[in-house]
């Protein structure tokens, strides 16, 4: 499922990015008492009471303006808006009502969204219904006085917006099959999509960059539904100039997190990059479903182990994400697509697979007697027992009685053994090590 998408909006020079970096708990967001400062959208992840969501600071609205990023700016900020499902609405206590806040609540009365009217830098609890008594004349109701700065009415504010998330929305994915397809730009994604579905639904390009946006298609193959979702190409920071291309950054990586595998799209020509190395660290972390599909391959001169040759590269350089199989095909002359599909429901099936903890301890207590574990001044590492608690991706937990014995080593080995007893090719596996109390 989804996790629900808080955007902070408003004018400039409110305090926007202010409160974004103290909603995530950390300082992430540029602050400069500065207008225009923040240019390109933050995402980040937190939650509130045991409730997960997305947060996107945005750059200030300026509604009416020929400045080329001040446009763009306030472009980035209706899409923000359009992915939301709450939208906070900062305004500033101290200067008080503006034109321009005006002007951006004409905008978000046309969204149909939750919006939540903020008051921002209300430093005096005396002065609080002084300060917000002109905003009501905006049309959101009651807003809420906060000052970022200080931490104030914060957790208030949370409250209200965790109520806003309706939880029905994103539990309507059914059994259908979340295929994100990423990578850089110009690989050929958009074309694979179109491939796949037999219908031109996404614009092609030979220019880089031309899907700006995540785009959802439908698939019926071999009688079972997916979803394909095309994604904007990830190109390297440095290279991000435009401020729309950087918002597409952001969706993207939303998509990743949305969907169940990642197709991961290089070009054959150019071989696996630092990005791409980047992009699939995205979906390893994110623990979803990975596969690499080596596009235009029918442009490689080929001799007798030119494919076995270059998964093995492949491999070699992605050894976080060794688990992720390698196909090579053709989007262009239509080679071996239908092997894409078949291996993305392979891939999503594994990981939905549970071991029972029997068979899990059994694999334990061979790999230990195989190989010791490792030891610190005179204290080995002591595995008691180990069980499964949940899938997508598989996350195992292990009882031990010290948690700094544990190894990268050891634990890499231990992950070993089990996918050499069970496939679980396609999908990272997730382990938590828990010490048993008393045990230190």
């Known amino acids: 499922m989804r996790k629900p998408v808080l ?29 225009g400062v923040t240019r390109d959208r933050i995402y980040a992840e937190t939650d509130w ?37 709450v939208i906070l609405f900062m305004t500033d206590g101290k200067e008080g009502l503006t034109t321009a806040d005006r002007e951006v609540a004409d905008l978000l009365m046309k969204t149909g969204k939750e919006v939540i009217l ?79 579905t037999g219908e031109n639904r996404v614009i092609v390009s030979s220019i880089s960059g031309t899907t700006r946006d995540t785009i959802d298609t439908p698939l019926t193959f071999e009688g079972k539904e997916y979803t394909l979702i095309d994604t904007a190409g990830l190109r390297r920071r440095s290279r991000i100039s435009d401020n729309i291309e950087k918002y597409s950054v952001i969706r993207a990586i939303a998509a990743i997190e949305r969907c169940d595998v990642c197709i991961l799209m290089i070009d054959a020509g150019e071989g696996l990059t630092e990005q791409d190395k980047k ?96 030891s610190d001044k005179g204290k080995r590492l002591k595995i008691y027992y180990g069980t499964q608690v949940s899938t997508k991706p598989p996350l195992f937990s292990f009882s031990i009685n010290d948690r700094e014995l544990v190894h990268f080593s050891y634990s890499r080995y231990i992950e070993n053994k089990i996918r050499e007893s069970f496939n679980f090719e396609g999908t990272s596996l997730k382990f938590v090590w828990n010490e048993r109390r008393g045990d230190r």
């Open 279 to 374: 992009i699939a660290g995205y979906a390893h972390e994110a623990g979803k479903g990975l596969m690499i599909v080596v596009n235009k391959w029918d442009l490689i001169e080929k001799e007798t182990n030119t494919m076995r040759d270059f998964k093995k590269k492949i491999k070699s350089e992605l050894l976080f994400a060794s688990y992720a199989p390698v196909l090579f095909v053709s989007v262009l002359e239509k080679q071996r697509l239908r092997d894409i599909i078949k291996t993305a429901e392979r891939i999503a099936e594994v990981r939905a697979t549970r071991i029972s903890t029997g068979k899990l301890n059994n694999i334990i207590e061979d790999a230990v007697m195989m190989r010791q574990p490792p």
């Open 49 to 85: 009471n045991g409730k997960e969501f997305a947060v996107i600071d945005t750059g200030g609205i300026e509604v009416n303006t020929d400045d080329t990023i001040l446009s763009q700016m306030r472009d980035q900020a209706i899409i923000a808006m359009d992915m939301a499902d």
């Open 7 to 35: 955007a902070i909006v408003g004018r400039p020079n409110v305090g926007k990015s202010t409160l974004f970096n103290r909603i995530i708990g950390e300082r992430r967001a540029i602050v400069e008492d500065v207008p």
């Open 118 to 196: 903020v008051v921002n830098k209300v430093d005096s609890p005396s002065k609080a219904y002084e300060m917000m008594f002109e905003f009501y004349e905006l049309g959101f109701g009651e807003s809420i006085p906060v000052s970022a700065a200080n931490m104030t009415n914060i957790g208030d504010l949370l409250d209200r917006v965790v109520a806003g998330f309706s939880d029905d929305e994103f539990d309507d994915r059914e059994d259908r099959v979340m295929i994100a397809i990423i990578g850089k730009p110009n690989v050929g994604k958009s074309s694979l999509v179109n491939a796949l």
